[in-house]
């Protein structure tokens, strides 16, 4: 009765039925708001992070490579292919985050260390500890907006979601953008939504933060969000709804300048510092002023060139995405969604910052799953919120609810999450390390000749010098690959325009005939890296197609090598050539049991001659 008498005066459309969603956010009873950072915590993440990304044995997509470590190698040995995001007269872009991952292979390297599982598991283990530091952000996060149980349920679902399992400690741009998305979540004034005036005007008043932590920690939040910006700018989509409410908010409930100088202000400056720093870097790389922010949006949204990697109807992440991404919590999301748009300021917020973000990325044609990962973590808190009202409101035990909740959430997640990380599409990942041992061994037995390898892999579907981090100076592996850069492409009478990729995958035979001759293999100068900045022989920054009058664009790479890397379907439409060649299988290598696309198969083959 005295509970219940305490929340008699509740605030319009608060939830009778769950009291402390009309509590102002980090004043309500049995809230943990005044929790503080704990290394503690940080350290039993970082090991559950650390086991995550030492089993990891699979590839999610290209980028996770040929967007990071793979620049990263180049950037710290000179070897490394760059991809026409990084060549083209408007590079996509930014050099910021290689260079991170750089620096951890070059102190490898210093050390003596940079043996070729070093380079592969450096910059896992880095992004492992990034993952912590995430975790202790969300913990916080959590514990901030929500109650006790629905906070810690929300950690739980994350701890053990199969999404934050499956990419969080990998190479991904989307990864980093997630660290730091929580990193300034975790110093976002939130309290101010729902308690303006606990924000006192000096900084000696005796009741709620002062002006200057305000100012403090809404330019370390604009720090860390101009950071995920650079990383990938559709970090924006995140952040539009809470940055608007807190201006509106600020301006509304306390005065006009109380927001140009306690959040407009330090926001400005630690925005403009990113940029400009990033601006002196990406000049330094690219030897001119590049605006890769420009470039990424004009791409991506005024010329939707994207669309060339796939396209997706608008509605697929509300149907697709998200039900695929939260697994068995769906129900829970949307559960909490209601709740939280029907709940104090601060959860209103949450909740539409979900919604604003996956319309925005709706808006696009080309849709992954990856692009909503820095905002999976406000949907499963908005789960963990459905989690805590279903048990106050249960007419179950509770243990037999929470063991419930177990069997039907939290075990489904943790066994596709295993999945996934250790088995599906790890094929060419093995084959490329089962290359890697016949060149070790060729040249710990002083081979006159070492091994070489095509990877005919649709579009960067295998590693490179990242994974193939042999044979130091002198000894520089002859290794290529098929290219899929949206320009260069060949249309043909059907009207479909086909990279080199694509053209191998429809006639692997005939693509095998013309880019095979004779002599020793060549493979092309840019696939290893050269000296040269950008240096190749195919392809230029040209924007037009090639028309259909034209021969397939296939390239002239000399003799076959010592090795192909393909999938077992393409290998069977190109049995006689292989046969004509001398190839035999040097090892069937398990794939997928479910196949990304019909280009893929579930079986990777690795050939020699």
């Not at 925005?271 to 605006?291: E, K, N």
């Amino acid at each position: 009765r005295a509970r219940a008498h305490t929340h008699t005066n509740r605030p319009m459309g608060s939830l009778t039925v769950v009291p402390w969603l009309s509590e102002p956010v980090g004043f309500r009873p049995g809230c943990s708001s005044s929790r503080s950072w704990s290394w503690a915590r940080v350290a039993v993440f970082a090991v559950l992070r650390l086991a995550t990304a030492l089993v990891m044995a699979t590839l999610h997509v290209p980028d996770e490579l040929w967007q990071t470590v793979e620049i990263a190698h180049r950037m710290a040995f000179g070897r490394g292919h760059l991809t026409w995001e990084w060549t083209s007269q408007q590079p996509l872009r930014s050099c910021l985050y290689p260079v991170l991952l750089a620096a951890v292979m070059r102190l490898l390297a210093a050390a003596g260390l940079d043996s070729s599982s070093a380079i592969i598991l450096g910059p896992r283990l880095l992004h492992a500890v990034g993952a912590a530091v995430a975790d202790e952000c969300f913990f916080e996060l959590a514990h901030r907006l929500a109650s006790v149980r629905a906070a810690r349920w929300a950690v739980a679902l994350w701890l053990c979601g199969w999404f934050p399992l499956y990419l969080g400690t990998r190479t991904l741009a989307n990864t980093t953008e997630t660290v730091l998305t929580m990193m300034a979540a975790a110093c976002w004034p939130w309290e101010l939504l729902d308690n303006p005036k606990s924000y006192t005007v000096g900084p000696k008043e005796k009741h709620g933060p002062s002006l200057p932590r305000l100012a403090h920690r809404l330019a370390l939040a604009s720090t860390f969000i101009a950071l995920a910006l650079v990383v990938r700018p559709t970090a924006a989509a995140v952040w539009l709804v809470p940055a608007g409410s807190v201006v509106i908010v600020a301006g509304c409930a306390v005065s006009v300048p109380f927001v140009g100088q306690s959040v407009i202000a330090p926001s400005a400056i630690a925005a403009a510092t990113v940029g400009v720093l990033t601006l002196v870097a990406d000049r330094l790389f690219y030897g001119r002023w590049v605006c890769v922010l420009c470039n990424f949006f004009a791409f991506n949204f005024t010329q939707d060139a994207g669309s060339l990697f796939g396209v997706h109807p608008w509605h697929w992440y509300f149907s697709q995405g998200l039900p695929a991404i939260l697994l068995t919590a769906t129900p829970l999301f949307l559960h909490g969604t209601v709740l939280g748009l029907r709940g104090c300021l601060s959860l209103r917020v949450i909740a539409a910052t979900v919604m604003c973000s996956v319309f925005c990325h709706s808006l696009v044609s080309h849709k992954e799953f990856r692009f909503l990962f820095p905002v999976t973590p406000f949907a499963i808190l908005l789960c963990g919120v459905s989690v805590d009202h279903v048990l106050a409101n249960t007419k179950w035990n509770v243990r037999r609810a929470v063991r419930a909740l177990l069997a039907v959430v939290l075990l489904p997640n943790l066994m596709f999450g295993a999945y996934t990380l250790t088995l599906h599409q790890r094929g060419t990942l093995d084959a490329v390390a089962l290359f890697r041992d016949d060149v070790q061994q060729a040249l710990a037995s002083n081979a006159s000749q070492l091994p070489s390898l095509m990877m005919l892999c649709p579009c960067h579907g295998a590693p490179l010098a990242s994974h193939l981090h042999v044979g130091g100076e002198g000894n520089e592996l002859a290794v290529d690959f098929l290219r899929c850069p949206p320009f260069g492409r060949w249309c043909g009478p059907d009207g479909v325009c086909l990279s080199e990729s694509d053209l191998f995958v429809r006639s692997p035979e005939r693509w095998l005939r013309s880019a095979f001759s004779h002599g020793p293999f060549q493979p092309r100068t840019d696939a290893t890296g050269g000296s040269s900045f950008g240096s190749g022989r195919v392809y230029t920054n040209q924007t037009t197609i090639v028309s259909q009058s034209a021969p397939w664009p296939v390239p002239s790479l000399g003799g076959p090598p010592s090795h192909l890397l393909l999938f077992e379907a393409q290998a069977i439409r190109a049995a006689d050539w292989l046969d004509d060649h001398g190839f035999r299988l040097r090892a069937v290598l398990f794939h997928a049991h479910v196949p990304g696309d019909e280009s893929q198969g579930t079986k990777v083959l690795l050939m020699e001659r």
